[in-house]
């Protein structure tokens, strides 16, 4: 089955520590995205990329870096400089073309402990 | 500045008593409105895109419409299976391919 994958479903970070969420897509998508998602507010855009090496900071990208080696690929890395990184991660993707449909995985959440 | 937002923030309806949620935006060249509906925990799942005033789309007991200002989704005889937080989403020309959310309308459906 075609679809994005996320891993883990659940992870737990100490303080200081950096994290990397994965994110997986055979959708044979060019575009991918990281939102992220915290109670009672919308979405929010962490990076996206358009196609293979290339991505762009999205509104919240600062204490977060990604890489788009692959276009399968496109793993998040939550650094300590994000300074509240407790949130529910969601990773999608789309054709490219600017009015298509975005696809999602089905989300890591993350919890500073 | 581009925006979207939905009304109720919740809503509660007994099973079988139909409503509309709303999406209204504020974007610069729409180049498409898309719904979609998210169980707890999970992921936003695909429901409609809508590009253009007067379109609408239906799926089983879900219609979207489409006017220059706003979108509604329209939910007829739900059921408690219906129950959901609804998400609705646009991009605009210039965008990038960015997709600017709502907070969503988070339905409880009742028998």
């Known amino acids: 089955d075609g679809g994005i994958t996320q891993s883990p479903k659940y992870l737990f970070r100490k303080e200081g520590q950096n994290v990397t969420l994965s994110c997986e897509q055979n959708?044979?998508?060019?575009?991918m995205y990281w939102y992220r998602q915290d109670p009672g507010q919308g979405l929010r855009l962490i990076y996206y990329s358009q196609i293979v090496n290339d991505f762009q900071k999205g509104d919240i990208a600062e204490g977060y870096s990604v890489s788009r080696e692959k276009k399968e690929s496109f793993p998040l890395t939550v650094t300590s400089a994000q300074k509240n990184p407790t949130a529910f991660y969601l990773c999608?993707?789309?054709?490219?073309?600017?009015?298509?449909?975005?696809?999602f995985g089905q989300g890591t959440r993350l919890t500073v402990v | 500045e581009d925006q979207v937002t939905q009304s109720p923030e919740a809503l509660r309806l007994q099973e079988g008593e139909s409503s509309s949620l709303n999406c209204s935006y504020t974007?610069?060249?729409?180049?498409?409105l898309f719904w979609y509906r998210q169980d707890p925990g999970k992921g936003p799942e695909f429901l409609f895109t809508l590009y253009s005033a007067g379109e609408e789309k239906e799926k089983e007991r879900l219609k979207a419409t489409l006017t220059k200002k706003e979108s509604f989704l329209h939910i007829t005889a739900p059921k408690p299976e219906d129950s959901a937080t609804y998400l609705c989403a646009v991009r605009h020309v210039g965008g990038y391919n960015k997709l600017i959310f709502g907070a969503g309308t988070r339905l409880a459906v009742h028998p």
């Open positions: 999608a993707s789309s054709m490219g073309q600017a009015d298509t449909e975005a696809f």
């Open positions: 974007v610069s060249g729409l180049r498409g």
């Open positions: 959708l044979n998508h060019d575009a």
